[in-house]
């Protein structure tokens, strides 16, 4: 049972991508599941969460307005639309399940997504 994070790449500032967090071998419907992100050199932060209930919790307020996320269970993946990308959103992403909305404690990290936003 395992989950992979895709959907990373270059684009320029304003764009746009979406991120797709999905697992293999279990349902992720039962999960709450969040974003974090990793900055060099910085500590890894969280972004954005989803419950089972579909309960929005935004960990950081920089991406109000500009990242959303939403799950499919059908398809068992979890997606972080980002829009109006940023510079300062440049980083590893990372998703992680729990029962609860994941900390920055979290210990199963999986491999991320890299994310460059950059003209």
């Known amino acids: 049972a395992q989950f992979v994070e895709s959907g990373g790449g270059l684009v320029q500032p304003g764009g746009s991508l979406r991120l797709s967090c999905t697992t293999s071998?279990?349902?992720?419907?039962?999960?709450?599941v969040g974003w974090f992100r990793q900055a060099p050199g910085k500590e890894r932060e969280g972004v954005l969460c989803i419950t089972e209930g579909d309960g929005i919790l935004h960990y950081t307020d920089s991406v109000k307005g500009r990242f959303t996320i939403s799950r499919d269970n059908a398809k068992n993946t979890v997606y972080l639309q980002m829009n109006s990308l940023k510079s300062e959103d440049t980083g590893v992403y990372y998703c992680?399940?729990?029962?609860?909305?994941?900390?920055?404690?979290?210990?199963?990290w999986g491999q991320g997504t890299q994310v460059t936003v950059s003209s």
């Open positions: 992680a399940l729990d029962f609860t909305c994941p900390t920055r404690e979290y210990k199963h």
């Open positions: 071998g279990f349902s992720l419907g039962y999960y709450a």
